[in-house]
């Protein structure tokens, strides 16, 4: 139980490009959703936190205009990267929590690998 | 947000147990602790987590020191599909996740 997927699992495109990312969860419905991004040789970075009907919450030095993300329904939410550029690129990461219960783990898709030209 | 500390790298003959540290001792009296490991190019996998009490499920077992400022990940029996970087993480109601830069187990033959 609890499987999270993600997709693309891979995308390479050109700069300027606006790239979405789709999280489901599979098996369970999430009230909350997170969004995370891993540059190579580092650390998961939380970039926000999302909501089922409301706006996402950023975490500090993440702009909110450029990293889209809506949370529609309880086990879909999507991330778009607008007019991506090199700096961009990264391995992009979602967890989604089981809802209704306290102190659930938070489980993780498989990343999206985002490599802009 | 609570800080961890975790040795950077670990090595465990295949076949022993796999005995991770974790410190955090400004965990909150509501932050439960998290255990996730990330095998190369995949998303993190849970383990286990616990709030004071050791917690054993069918991956692993957590023992949570009585102050709770540290806890220890026991992998009984590793295997060489253990190798991967494991990170500890306090999380209290926001269910907020903090990654450090974990420790990398290596599983030897």
């Known amino acids: 139980g609890a499987v999270v997927s993600q997709h693309p699992s891979w995308v390479i495109c050109k700069s300027g490009t606006s790239v979405k990312i789709e999280c489901r969860s599979l098996?369970?419905?999430?009230?909350?959703m997170f969004w995370y991004r891993q540059f190579p040789k580092q650390s998961l970075m939380l970039m926000a936190t999302?909501?089922?009907?409301?706006?996402?919450?950023?975490e500090q030095g993440v702009e909110k205009d450029k990293f889209l993300i809506n949370h529609a329904s309880l086990t879909l939410s999507t991330l778009t990267v607008t007019s991506a550029h090199p700096e961009d690129s990264s391995f992009y990461i979602c967890?989604?929590?089981?809802?209704?219960?306290?102190?659930?783990?938070?489980?993780f898709g498989d990343g999206t690998r985002l490599s802009i030209l | 947000d609570a800080k961890t500390t975790q040795p950077t790298s670990m090595d465990c003959a295949e076949g022993r147990a796999a005995n991770l540290p974790c410190n955090h001792s400004?965990?909150?009296?509501?932050?439960?602790v998290y255990w996730y490991r990330q095998i190369h190019s995949q998303g993190p996998q849970y383990i286990i987590h616990?709030?004071?009490n050791n917690e054993t499920n069918e991956m692993a077992s957590l023992i949570i020191t009585e102050d709770r400022k540290s806890s220890t990940l026991i992998l009984p029996h590793a295997t060489l599909r253990d190798t991967a970087v494991y990170y500890c993480?306090?999380?209290?109601?926001?269910?907020?996740?903090?990654f450090g830069k974990g420790t990398l187990l290596t599983v030897n033959p």
């Open positions: 400004t965990i909150s009296g509501n932050e439960y």
């Open positions: 993480s306090p999380a209290g109601s926001n269910y907020k996740l903090t």
């Open positions: 616990g709030l004071k």
């Open positions: 999302s909501n089922e009907g409301s706006k996402a919450t950023y």
């Open positions: 098996d369970f419905q999430a009230t909350t």
């Open positions: 967890s989604a929590r089981l809802q209704g219960f306290s102190n659930q783990p938070q489980h």
